[in-house]
Nanobody, 125 residues
């Protein structure tokens, strides 16, 4: 059974940065696609970014140029570096994982089998 644990959330001022981590255990991490999703208060959970086993990366338009996703297979960890944060980035951030996802599926949460518990990111002055 794969377990995913997020960390690195917190309170940051507008324009600031945070780095989220998603640590995996119990599966073949290097074969997994890992995605980040976020859910703002009163809104649906939406796709943020994903990285495939071949290290190809994908981003929602709202975070392109500000967020960077990366993976360290030796540490079974995926990182989401978030820069130039705005209050609109405030949300609970979830990482999700699966193997065998086709490219057209990576931004859809229903295709991910494994989820972390989420980490809160609050951008406020």
């Amino acid at each position: 059974q794969v377990q995913l644990v997020e960390s690195g959330g917190g309170l940051v001022q507008p324009g600031g940065s945070l780095r989220l981590s998603c640590a995996a255990s119990g599966g073949t991490f290097r074969q997994m696609t890992i995605g980040w999703f976020r859910q703002a208060p009163g809104k649906e959970r939406v796709f943020v970014s994903a990285i495939r086993s071949n290290r190809a990366t994908y981003y929602a338009d709202s975070v392109k140029g500000r967020f960077t996703i990366s993976r360290d297979n030796a540490k079974n960890t995926v990182y989401l570096q978030m820069n130039s944060l705005t209050p609109d980035d405030t949300a609970v951030y979830y990482c999700a994982g699966d193997t065998g996802l086709i490219l057209s599926s990576i931004s859809y949460q229903q295709y991910y089998d494994y989820w972390g518990q989420g980490t809160q990111v609050t951008v406020s002055s």
